[in-house]
Structure formats: structure tokens, C-alpha cells
T-cell receptor, first 111, second 113 residues
Framework: AQRVTQPEKLLSVFKGAPVELKCNYS??????LFWYVQYSRQRLQLLLR??SRESIKGFTADLNKGETSFHLKKPFAQEEDSAMYYC?????????????FGSGTRLQVQP | ETGVTQSPTHLIKTRGQQVTLRCSSQ?????VSWYQQALGQGPQFIFQ???????GRGNFPPRFSGLQFPNYSSELNVNALELDDSALYLC????????????FGPGTRLTVL
């Protein structure tokens, strides 16, 4: 079985502070990990995926297979980063392409 | 390019009734996945359709069923509605059997009274 855990329901930081949204996963095979974001009154959208190894809107995430983690980081938070963030996993070596989501973390960036 | 659309936006039903939700996939996409998102939770996979065939199913009972049409649009049907079926239902479309990025629709909010 595959599982994604986001231990924090809410993370509140001040503008300019570093941000780290935690994500841990459980999967016996070779996973693909993603971060999705949902801004207020907008639809869920892909922020980044681990295979791309890119920085989007200043966010990065590194897959740590030893710790089974995929934490999302940004060195300096902006007010426009306030949103709901979901970590998701997809089993690469199975026929299924379904995403397994964590329960989400709400990021509040205060001025 | 038109994104993923879903209808209706909101729906209120009573326990025991049946409901049909609709999803139009993004242009060029042949795969549709359905998710249920209960309040305060992440989306939970219901099933996926690829080229009009079910291509994977999550832990949902048979009263959740679906269809995909030749134009790749899709329906989610739920029979014998229960109070716990109240949720936001999300549709996501993608290409290549779901291997590529999934693009989500705005969702249908279902309330079961």
C-alpha cells in the first residue's frame, strides 16, 4: 500500500522567512513524487515533480529515498505563496497512474 | 486550448438517490481520473478511464461507476447515495494513459442530506 503523510495542517510564517513543508511517504517500489498547490478560489495545479529537479516560483523539493521524504522548501516566503499544498505519490512501476495525496498543509504567509 | 470542465458546480441530493457528474477533458487528453475530496482531506482516487476502459480503481464500492465517451469526456455515477458521499468530486485529464501531468477541473460539490 502507498501512503503520503503531511504532518502539519497549518504552517504560518512571516514574509521573508524560510519555508519547509514536510512530506513523508510509504511505498515499496519506485515512486514519483509531486507537489500540488491550490490558491484561493483556483483549481488544484501541479507545482513541481521530483523528476524535473527544477525550481518553480522559488520552491524546490528533493526526494530523499533513505528518509522517504519529499519536503518542499523556499528560502524567502512571499505573501502570494499563501495557499493549500498537497504532496502526492504515483507508483512508477505499476500499471496504475493514480495519484495518492496527503491531507495537505495550509501555508499562511503574514506581512 | 480549453481546460478541464466539470458540471454541475454544486448539487444537493438526498440519501438513497442517484447522481451523475460530468467532466470534459482538456483538448488532446485521452485519460480521465476521478477523485473524491472530503472536507479537510486530500483528494482520494476513485478510478481512471483510458480510451473508454476502466484503467485502475481505488478503494470505492461498486455503487461508484463511470463511463468514458469516444470524445474522452467522462461521467461519474453514484448510486444509493450515503451521507458520507458528501464531498468535492474532482476530475483530472491527462495524456498517455495518465503517465503525463494530470490537469484538474474545478470540481463538483455534492451535498447529501
Amino acid at each position: 500500500a502507498q501512503r503520503v503523510t503531511q504532518p502539519e495542517k497549518l504552517l504560518s510564517v512571516f514574509k521573508g522567512a524560510p519555508v519547509e513543508l514536510k512530506c513523508n511517504y510509504s511505498y515499496s517500489g519506485s515512486p514519483e513524487l509531486f507537489w500540488y498547490v491550490q490558491y484561493s478560489r483556483q483549481r488544484l495545479q501541479l507545482l513541481l515533480r521530483h523528476i524535473s529537479r527544477e525550481s518553480i516560483k522559488g520552491f524546490t523539493a528533493d526526494l530523499n529515498k533513505g528518509e522517504t521524504s519529499f519536503h518542499l522548501k523556499k528560502p524567502f516566503a512571499q505573501e502570494e505563496d499563501s495557499a493549500m499544498y498537497y504532496c502526492a505519490l504515483r507508483g512508477k512501476d505499476t500499471g496504475r497512474r493514480a495519484l495518492t495525496f496527503g491531507s495537505g498543509t495550509r501555508l499562511q504567509v503574514q506581512p | 486550448e480549453t481546460g478541464v470542465t466539470q458540471s454541475p458546480t454544486h448539487l444537493i441530493k438526498t440519501r438513497g438517490q442517484q447522481v451523475t457528474l460530468r467532466c470534459s477533458s482538456q483538448s488532446g487528453h485521452n485519460t480521465v481520473s476521478w477523485y473524491q475530496q472530503a472536507l479537510g482531506q486530500g483528494p482520494q482516487f476513485i478510478f481512471q478511464y483510458y480510451r473508454e476502459e476502466e484503467n485502475g480503481r481505488g478503494n470505492f464500492p461498486p455503487r461508484f461507476s463511470g463511463l468514458q465517451f469516444p470524445n474522452y469526456s467522462s461521467e461519474l455515477n453514484v448510486n444509493a447515495l450515503e451521507l458520507d458521499d458528501s464531498a468535492l468530486y474532482l476530475c483530472a485529464s491527462s495524456s498517455a494513459g495518465g503517465a503525463n501531468e494530470q490537469f484538474f477541473g474545478p470540481g463538483t460539490r455534492l451535498t447529501v442530506l
